[in-house]
């Protein structure tokens, strides 16, 4: 009976996460409301919901710092690729390291320890080899976990960008052939293009901080690419630097290469929409094929089972 008791209260806690994880990936932009309230200078709420953020993540650090210590690596990481990966999942902070080690270990031992406890609760019968294997597995998990999410969180910005870079290139060449310059167009298009992306436009600011604490453009530029790691972007970047070295003109050079990232989103668009019969299949398949079966040959096996196999079996 208490396994059965902690079994549910494992089920629930499982499920009420999923589901607060859901809600949460659900409401993480920002509704109509909230964007008309922007667009009024409303920002009280705002603020206060970053202040409170802000108060809770530096909480989360305090706790987490002592217990990242167990898995950050040798001193020199904050130099190499991860560093870069941080960057490009938008974590800029210096906090954002200890919280994501801190995960690492927490879940490493977490994991195996839940095995533990249901090993104990339960008595089962495991050989000592199958133990320590699925011990293992378990702590390997749990430690490269962080890993994927960092990895998908990467994935999710990168796309973003990829998607809204086309707009913010159409309203750098309508500022450029208005008269601007480019840095001044590139600061218009990140003010304008918050409205679609917010993430583009803090990355386009940036830029334009950069350029006014005295950074040259085409260094600027490169970090861009580099903070971003998207290949568009890469390109982008080469074409300004390309036409600020040669002087070539800057507007037809926006133009082409807006007109290139549509062309880009739009096979994009059409190699997801390619996918989806393939993705269908396997639902179909498992789900939907056994039922529609069941459905229409369950009446036809009934009446085989009553009547064809009595009467091959010799009793009328």
């Not at 008595?123 to 998908?152: C, D, E, K, R, S």
């Not at 690419?225 to 982008?236: K, Q, Y």
Request: aromatic residues 6%; contains cysteine; charged residues 20%.
């Amino acid at each position: 009976m208490n396994m059965q008791v902690l079994i549910l209260g494992l089920v629930f806690l499982a499920v009420s996460g999923l589901a607060w994880a859901g809600m949460a990936w659900a409401n993480r932009r920002e509704s109509v409301s909230q964007r008309l309230d922007q667009l009024a200078g409303v920002n009280e709420a705002e603020e206060k919901s970053l202040t409170a953020g802000r108060e809770w993540h530096a909480r989360i650090v305090k706790v987490a710092s002592p217990i990242a210590r167990l898995s950050t690596p040798a001193a020199g990481w904050d130099e190499s690729a991860l560093r870069v990966r941080f960057m490009q999942a938008g974590l800029r902070e210096a906090s954002w390291p200890a919280v994501y080690f801190a995960c690492k270990t927490v879940l490493a031992l977490l994991l195996p320890g839940l095995f533990a406890l249901y090993q104990g609760l339960s008595a089962a019968q495991i050989t000592v080899t199958t133990n320590v294997l699925i011990l293992l597995v378990l702590a390997a998990i749990g430690y490269y976990l962080p890993n994927v999410l960092l990895v998908n969180a990467i994935g999710r910005r990168q796309g973003e960008l990829q998607d809204t870079m086309p707009d913010a290139l159409d309203l750098m060449m309508v500022c450029v052939e208005a008269g601007l310059g480019l840095d001044a167009a590139m600061n218009r298009a990140a003010s304008e293009i918050g409205l679609r992306s917010e993430t583009l436009a803090d990355e386009l600011n940036l830029v334009s901080l950069e350029l006014r604490m005295g950074v040259r453009r085409e260094n600027a530029l490169r970090n861009l690419a580099l903070r971003t790691g998207v290949e568009e972007i890469s390109s982008f970047v080469a074409m300004l630097v390309q036409a600020d070295r040669f002087g070539t003109n800057v507007a037809d050079a926006l133009r082409i290469q807006a007109e290139t990232m549509r062309t880009h989103r739009r096979l994009r668009a059409e190699e997801r929409a390619a996918k989806i019969p393939l993705k269908l299949l396997f639902p179909l398949i498992f789900f939907i094929f056994p039922s529609l079966m069941l459905v229409l040959m369950g009446p036809a096996m009934i009446s085989i089972y009553r009547v064809l196999l009595p009467t091959m079996g010799g009793n009328p």
